[in-house]
C-alpha cells in the first residue's frame, strides 16, 4: 500500500516559513497535483517528501511508515525533476538503470525492467543515445523512464513540463496520463499550471503562501470553490470578480452591480444567500464561459444587458470580450460570429446560475 | 547519508539513522580537515612571521621555536635601514608596475582582436599563446643570456646586469596569462553588445574603451593582480641577469645578500622573506575575490 | 559575429583613397596590428630563443664549432643526467598527483561548508600559492635546517628523532615534493572548487533518489563532470612542476650529490655556473619532448570529451 500522508507539516528557513502546517491524504494509486502561484511552498513540500529536505515539523509518512529521517535513497520513491537531471555522461540505458546497479540488481532483471519502461515510454531506440543527443521531449521521457524502471511506491514530479513548448507541453500531458494508466503508482504532481492540474489530476491541492486553500477533484475546484483564491485560480481566462451589494426585494434577492445593472439571484440559493443581506464588501464571481452573447431561446436565470465593448479578441473557436463595470475589465466568451467589435455596444448575456457571492474582506466563497 | 542497517531484534522495519544528525556529523568532519589543513598551509608564514620578531641570541639558544619570548622589531629596523633593502624593494617595485602596465596594454588590445574580430591567422595565433607555456622559462634564460652579449656587441646596448633589463623580460611570462583570461572574459560578453554598439555608430576603438573594458573591468582586475604577482615573485631570471647588489629585485636580492657564506642571520632573513611576500599578500587580501575569479575564469571558459 | 567595420571618417561614398589608407582601414589589418605587440613579444623573446637553443645546444663548449649531437651524447653518458631526468619525472608526477588529491579532497570540505563561511576558508587556503615561492621555500628552508629545525622539536616532543630533511637524498626529494605540493595544492584546490559548483545541485538529488552514497555521488556524477578540469589543471601543474626552478634551487640546490637536481637547475648549475652554455641548453632541451607529450596526450583527451558533457 502505498498511501503518503502529511500531519501538520512544517517548513521554516531560517526566519521564513515556506509550508506552514499542511494536512493531507493520499490514497494509494492516486494522482495528486499540488498547484499555486511561485512561492507557495508546492516545490518545498514535494521535496519534503521526498527527503531532499528537512521536515521542521509535522509528520510525512509512506506507505504507512514515518519517514522524516529516512534518507531518500530508503523512501523507495522515484522523482523527475524540472531539469531532467539526466546523468549527462552516461547513455539513456546507463540513466535508467542507474539506480537498479547501485542496488546490485541482476543483470538480466535490470535489462528487463529497462527495456519493459522504454516500450512504455516509446524510447527504445534511443537506448544507446547521450542526454545531449536527445530533444526536450525525449529527455523528459527519459527522466521518467528511470523512475518507473525502479518500481517506487510513489512518484514525485517537479514542475516536469515547464521547460518544453506550450504544444509539446500538451503532448507530454498526454502521455503522463497515458503512463499513469498503464502503471498504478501512486503520483504526486506539482506545477503552477492550472490546466496541467485540471487535466492530470484525481484531485487538486491548491496551495497558496504555505497553505492548503482547497482538495478537490477538478471538477469540484471549478465548479464550488472555497475561496476566492481558488476560484481566481482555477479556470482560463480567470473567474471575473465585481463589486456588488445584495439587496432583497419582495422575498427574491437581487444582486446589484452598479445603478444600471442588476440581476436576480437564482432561487436555490436564496436560502443560503439571505443571511448576507446588506453585507458590505461582496464580491460577484462569474466566469467568463457563463458571460456569453445573446441567444433567442432564454434559460432560467440567464439575463441579458447592453455593455459597451472595449476589447475583443478572437481566439478562433471563440471570441473574448473585455469590458468595464465598476471601473474593473470583465472579460466574456462570445460565439466568433456574434458581431463583438471594439467601441461598439453588444447585447450579452449573464448566466447565474453558476454565480458566486465572495466576502472580499475574509475571501471566502458564500 | 546514513545506510547503515543496524539489526535489531525486530524483522519488520530496519532502523535508519537521522538525516540531520548525519548533516551535523558531516558538517563537524569538514570543519576539523579545514582547521587542520589550514594549519598546514598557514604553518610557514606564520613561522617566518615568529621568527623573524626574534632576536638572534632567541634563536640561537634553540629554545621553543614557536614561542617568542623576547618579541623585538630589530630585524625590521636593521633591514629597512639597511640601503640595500630598500634598493631591492625600489627595484621590485618599478620593474613589477611597469611590467603591469605593459603587459595589461599588450594583452587587452591583442585578446580583443582575438575574441572578437576575427582575422587570419587568428587562430593560430591563439593556439600559438597557448603552446608558449609549453616553452618554460629554464629552457630560455640560456639563449636569452646568449642574446644579450649578442645585443652588446652589435648594438652597444648592455642588457646584462641591469635591473630594467627584466621589464623587457617578464612579459613573456605575464602576457600569454593575461591575454588568456582577457579572452575568456571578452569572449563571455555577448555579441548583441557589439552590435548595439555598431548600431549606435562606435568605432572599433571606442567599443573596446567604452564597453568591453567597463563589462570586463573584473576579469582586468584579476589579470593585473596576476601579473603584478608573477612579475614581484621572479626568482630564476634575475638571478641570471643581475649580479650587482644594486640591480637585484627582492627575492633574489634577499636570498642572495642575506645568505654570506655558512653563517645565516636567520632573523633577518626571515623578515627579508616576509617583507618579500608582503605586497602580493597584502593585495591578495584586499582583491582576494578578482584573483580567485580571474583564476577560475579563465579556466573554466578554456 | 558582428563585423565591426571601421568606420569611414568622412562618410562620402566615392572618394579616392590611397592604397594604403585604405589597407588601415579594414577590420583585418587593424586586428593584426592589436595583435602585433603580442606576437613580436613572443616571435622575438620565446620562439627565437626556443629555436636558439636547439642551435646552440649543437656547439662545443667555447661556441666555436659545430659539434652536432656531441654534447647530447656527453649527456646520455653521464649518471648525474639520468638522475635529472628520473628526478625531474618523479617529482612532477608525485606532486601533481598529490596535489591533485589534497585539493580535491580540501574544495570537498569547503563546498560542504555553508557558503557564508566559505569565502574566510577559502581565502586562508589559497595563501601558500599567493606568496613568492622563492620567499615560501626559504621558509620550509628554516624549518628543514639541520640544526635548528622548528619541525625536528616537534617530533622530539612526541619521541621520534629528528629526520635529516635536506641532509640525505631520500629526504631531500621527499621535502622538494612537499614545498612543491604545500606551494600548488591551493590552485587546485580553488578550480575543483569552482567546478564542484557548475555541477547542478540536481544531478546529486537524483542520484541521492536512486540510491547513491556519499562516495558513490564523487565516483558517478562528480569525477566524471570534473574530467576536463581535472585533466587541465593536471597538465598546467604537470609543465609548472617539471619546468620549476625556484624550490630547488632555494631548498637544496640540487644536492645532497645532485639527488634533488631537476632540468631548470642542473642547466642552470652546468651552463651559467659552469660557463657551459651549449650544454646547459642540451639539458634544457630535454625538457621540451617529455612536456610536448604529455601535453598532447592530455589535450587530445580534452578535447574527445568535449563533445560529450
Given amino acids: 500500500m502505498a498511501q503518503v500522508t502529511l500531519r501538520k507539516v512544517v517548513k521554516k528557513y531560517d526566519e521564513v516559513l515556506a509550508v506552514r502546517g499542511i494536512d493531507l491524504d493520499i490514497s494509494d494509486k492516486e494522482f495528486i497535483v499540488l498547484v499555486g502561484p511561485s512561492g507557495c511552498g508546492k516545490s518545498t513540500t514535494l521535496r519534503m517528501i521526498a527527503g531532499l529536505e528537512e521536515i521542521s515539523g509535522g509528520d510525512i509518512a509512506i506507505g504507512g511508515h514515518v519517514v522524516n529521517d529516512v534518507p531518500p535513497k530508503d523512501r523507495d520513491i522515484a522523482m523527475v525533476f524540472q531539469n531532467y537531471a539526466l546523468y549527462p555522461h552516461m547513455n539513456v540505458y546507463e540513466n535508467m538503470s542507474f539506480g537498479l546497479k547501485l542496488k546490485k540488481t541482476p543483470k538480466d532483471v535490470i535489462d528487463q525492467r529497462v527495456k519493459q519502461a522504454a516500450q512504455i515510454l516509446d524510447i527504445t531506440e534511443l537506448l544507446d543515445r547521450k542526454p545531449k543527443q536527445l530533444s526536450g521531449g525525449q529527455r523528459q521521457r527519459v527522466a521518467m523512464g528511470r523512475a518507473i524502471v525502479r518500481d517506487p511506491k510513489v512518484f514525485l514530479f517537479d514542475e516536469p513540463l515547464s521547460n518544453l513548448d506550450a504544444k509539446l507541453r500538451v503532448q507530454m500531458r498526454t502521455e503522463i496520463k497515458k503512463v499513469h494508466q498503464k502503471v498504478r503508482t501512486t503520483t504526486v504532481y506539482v506545477t503552477h499550471d492550472q490546466v496541467e492540474a485540471m487535466t492530470l489530476a484525481d484531485r487538486v491541492v491548491v496551495m497558496n503562501g504555505g497553505l492548503i486553500e482547497q482538495v478537490g477533484s477538478p471538477n469540484d475546484l471549478y465548479h464550488s470553490p472555497a475561496t476566492k483564491f481558488v476560484a481566481g485560480f482555477i479556470g482560463s481566462p480567470a473567474m471575473n470578480f465585481i463589486t456588488c451589494q445584495l439587496e432583497q426585494a419582495a422575498g427574491a434577492l437581487r444582486v446589484r452591480l452598479n445603478d444600471t445593472l442588476s440581476f436576480p439571484v437564482p432561487a436555490d440559493r436564496t436560502a443560503r444567500y439571505t443571511p448576507h443581506v446588506g453585507q458590505p464588501n461582496l464580491m460577484l464571481g462569474l466566469r467568463p464561459e457563463h458571460i456569453m452573447e445573446t441567444r433567442p431561446h432564454t434559460e432560467p436565470n440567464q439575463h441579458d444587458f447592453d455593455m459597451l465593448i472595449d476589447v475583443v479578441e478572437p481566439m478562433g473557436m471563440e471570441t473574448l470580450v473585455y469590458f468595464t463595470v465598476n471601473g474593473r475589465e470583465i472579460c466574456g466568451r462570445v460565439n466568433p460570429n456574434a458581431g463583438a467589435a471594439a467601441a461598439q455596444s453588444m447585447k450579452l448575456r449573464a448566466d447565474l446560475s453558476n454565480m458566486h457571492l465572495i466576502d472580499d474582506s475574509t475571501g471566502k466563497v458564500l | ?302 | 559575429m558582428a563585423d565591426i567595420a571601421a568606420r569611414n571618417p568622412a562618410g562620402h561614398p566615392s572618394q579616392q583613397r590611397s592604397g594604403l589608407h585604405k589597407l588601415m582601414q579594414r577590420k583585418s589589418t587593424i586586428a593584426f596590428l592589436m595583435a602585433l605587440p603580442l606576437i613580436l613579444l613572443i616571435s622575438i623573446l620565446v620562439a627565437y630563443p626556443a629555436g636558439y637553443a636547439v642551435y646552440l645546444a649543437t656547439l662545443n663548449k667555447g661556441m666555436t664549432r659545430f659539434v652536432g649531437f656531441g654534447n647530447f651524447e656527453f649527456l646520455f653518458g653521464r649518471d648525474t643526467f639520468w638522475l635529472v631526468v628520473y628526478q625531474s619525472c618523479l617529482f612532477a608526477i608525485t606532486a601533481v598527483i598529490f596535489k591533485a588529491i589534497i585539493g580535491f579532497v580540501v574544495a570537498h570540505f569547503v563546498h560542504n561548508i555553508p557558503s557564508k563561511g566559505q569565502r574566510k576558508w577559502r581565502g586562508m587556503l589559497l595563501v601558500p600559492w599567493v606568496i613568492p615561492p622563492a620567499m615560501s621555500t626559504l621558509a620550509w628552508l628554516w624549518l628543514f635546517d639541520p640544526s635548528y629545525s622548528a619541525l625536528n622539536w616537534l617530533l622530539a616532543i612526541f619521541g621520534f628523532e629528528a629526520i635529516p630533511w635536506t641532509g640525505e637524498a631520500g629526504w631531500a626529494r621527499f621535502s622538494v615534493i612537499l614545498v612543491n605540493v604545500w606551494i600548488g595544492s591551493p590552485f587546485f584546490m580553488i578550480m575543483y572548487l569552482a567546478a564542484l559548483k557548475s555541477v547542478p545541485e540536481q544531478l546529486y538529488e537524483a542520484a541521492s533518489i536512486d540510491g547513491a552514497t556519499w562516495w558513490q555521488r564523487i565516483w558517478y556524477v562528480t569525477l566524471p563532470m570534473m574530467r576536463n578540469i581535472i585533466a587541465i589543471t593536471a597538465l598546467f601543474s604537470l609543465i609548472v612542476t617539471f619546468a620549476n626552478f625556484d624550490i630547488v634551487r632555494v631548498l637544496t640546490a640540487g644536492g645532497p650529490l645532485n639527488s634533488t637536481h631537476i632540468f631548470g637547475t642542473w642547466a642552470f648549475r652546468v651552463g651559467i655556473e659552469g660557463g657551459d652554455i651549449p650544454l646547459g641548453a642540451a639539458v634544457s632541451l630535454f625538457m621540451v619532448p617529455i612536456l610536448a607529450v604529455a601535453a598532447t596526450f592530455i589535450l587530445r583527451d580534452i578535447t574527445k570529451r568535449g563533445s560529450e558533457v
Fill in chain 2, 1 to 302: 547519508m546514513a545506510n547503515a542497517a543496524i539489526a535489531t531484534g525486530e524483522p519488520t522495519r530496519p532502523k535508519y539513522g537521522s538525516m540531520s544528525r548525519d548533516r551535523t556529523w558531516a558538517l563537524r568532519w569538514s570543519y576539523f580537515f579545514l582547521v587542520l589543513f589550514a594549519i598546514f598551509f598557514l604553518m610557514p608564514p606564520i613561522y617566518m612571521l615568529i621568527t623573524s620578531l626574534k632576536t638572534s641570541a632567541e634563536i640561537s639558544a634553540a629554545t621553543n621555536p614557536w614561542w617568542i619570548s623576547n618579541p623585538t622589531l630589530q630585524n625590521y629596523i636593521d633591514l629597512l635601514s639597511q640601503n640595500h633593502f630598500l634598493v631591492f624593494f625600489r627595484n621590485s617595485a618599478i620593474v613589477s608596475i611597469c611590467v603591469v602596465i605593459m603587459t595589461m596594454l599588450i594583452s587587452v588590445v591583442a585578446a580583443f582582436a582575438l575574441a572578437r574580430m576575427k582575422f587570419w591567422g587568428s587562430a593560430t595565433l591563439a593556439t600559438g599563446v597557448f603552446l608558449t607555456y609549453l616553452i618554460p622559462e629554464t629552457l630560455l634564460f640560456i639563449p636569452l643570456f646568449k642574446m644579450f652579449a649578442w645585443v652588446n656587441e652589435v648594438l652597444g646596448i648592455q642588457l646584462m646586469n641591469h635591473w630594467w633589463t627584466m621589464i623587457i623580460l617578464y612579459p613573456t611570462l605575464t602576457v600569454p596569462f593575461a591575454t588568456w583570461i582577457m579572452i575568456g572574459y571578452f569572449a563571455s560578453i555577448p555579441k548583441e553588445l557589439d552590435e548595439a554598439a555598431l548600431i549606435d555608430g562606435a568605432t572599433w576603438m571606442q567599443t573596446l574603451t567604452k564597453i568591453f573594458i567597463p563589462v570586463a573591468l573584473p576579469g582586468i582586475i584579476a589579470a593585473t593582480i596576476f601579473t603584478f604577482t608573477v612579475a614581484w615573485a621572479q626568482f630564476l631570471y634575475p638571478l641570471a641577469f643581475t649580479t650587482s647588489t644594486s640591480e637585484l629585485v627582492l627575492p633574489v636580492g634577499i636570498i642572495t645578500t642575506l645568505i654570506k657564506g655558512d653563517v645565516f642571520n636567520w632573523g633577518q632573513i626571515m623578515t627579508g622573506a616576509l617583507l618579500g611576500a608582503a605586497p602580493p599578500l597584502i593585495i591578495y587580501a584586499f582583491l582576494m575575490d578578482y584573483y580567485i575569479a580571474g583564476l577560475t575564469a579563465g579556466a573554466t571558459k578554456g
